[in-house]
C-alpha cells in the first residue's frame, strides 16, 4: 500500500521536477551565454557577441524581459557602427520593452530600461546622420537628426523632444540623455546652415561640413555596456557584467 502511494506521489511530482529541470538548464545557458557575450564585447568580437546575443534572443522569448537579448545585440551593432541594422534591432527592442513610468515631476528616469533603449537607438539615427551629412547629403541628414531627438526626447530632463526648438538645450547636470541630445541639435543647426549656404551659392559646389562646436567623446556613439549597466543598477551581474537593463541573467 505504501509502494503504491509512493509511486503515485513520484508520478504526479515528476512533471514539476522535468519542468524545474528544463526552466533551470535554460536560465544556467542564458547566463552562460551571457557571460561569453560580455567578454567577446569588451575584446572587441562584435560578431562573436552579436551571435552569442542573438541566440539568447531566441530562448528568452518565453521569459519575461525578452527584450533584452533585443537590445544587446542591438547595441553590439551600435558599437560596431552598424548603424542602419541596429536601428531596426533597437526599434524592435523598443517596442518589447516596458514603458518606464514618470516620477512626481513628469520625467522619467534617464537609467530605466526604456531610456536605455531609447539613448542607444537615438544614436544610431545620429551615426546615420552623420554618414548623410558627410557625404553631402543635407537633407536626409537633418531629418536624421529630427529622429535622433525624438527618439531621445523622452528621457530627457525636460520630457520634450527638441526637434523644432530653436534655442540651444543646456544639459542638465548627471542627465546624460542631456548631454547627447545638445550634440544632436547643434549638428543638426549646423546641417541646417549648411543647406543655406549650399542654396544661397547657386551652383557652386557644396561646402565641407564644419566641425561640430559641441564637445563629444571620439565615438560618442559607441556606449560601454559594461559601465552603462553599472550605473543603472547596483544588482549588476557577476563581475560586473549586468547587460541590458543593470542585471544579469
Do not use: H
Amino acid at each position: 500500500m505504501q509502494s503504491s502511494r509512493r509511486w503515485r506521489l513520484f508520478w504526479w511530482t515528476l512533471p514539476a521536477v522535468i519542468v524545474f529541470l528544463v526552466v533551470g538548464g535554460l536560465l544556467l545557458l542564458l547566463w552562460i551565454w551571457n557571460m561569453q557575450a560580455g567578454s567577446q564585447y569588451r575584446e572587441g568580437e562584435y560578431e562573436l557577441a552579436e551571435a552569442s546575443y542573438r541566440r539568447q534572443g531566441a530562448v528568452s522569448e518565453v521569459f519575461p524581459e525578452p527584450w533584452k537579448a533585443v537590445y544587446n545585440e542591438g547595441t553590439v551593432q551600435l558599437a560596431d557602427q552598424r548603424y542602419e541594422e541596429s536601428n531596426e534591432v533597437l526599434a524592435v527592442a523598443l517596442e518589447e520593452v516596458p514603458e518606464a513610468p514618470v516620477d512626481e515631476s513628469g520625467l522619467k528616469d534617464p537609467q530605466s530600461p526604456e531610456c536605455m533603449v531609447r539613448t542607444n537607438l537615438s544614436l544610431t539615427f545620429e551615426g546615420m546622420a552623420d554618414a548623410k551629412r558627410g557625404a553631402g547629403e543635407l537633407e536626409e541628414a537633418i531629418g536624421l537628426y529630427q529622429q535622433a531627438l525624438e527618439a531621445l526626447g523622452a528621457c530627457t530632463s525636460d520630457g520634450e523632444s527638441e526637434a523644432e526648438q530653436q534655442e540651444r538645450p543646456e544639459p542638465t547636470d548627471g542627465w546624460r540623455p542631456d548631454v547627447d541630445e545638445q550634440r544632436q541639435w547643434d549638428k543638426m543647426q549646423e546641417s541646417e546652415q549648411e543647406q543655406e549656404e549650399e542654396s544661397s551659392g547657386g551652383n557652386g559646389s557644396p561646402s565641407e561640413p564644419e566641425p561640430s562646436t559641441s564637445e563629444a567623446p571620439a565615438d560618442p556613439r559607441v556606449q560601454e555596456l559594461e559601465s552603462r549597466n553599472q550605473s543603472a543598477s547596483p544588482t549588476a551581474g557577476p563581475e560586473g557584467e549586468g547587460f541590458g537593463g543593470g542585471q544579469n541573467w
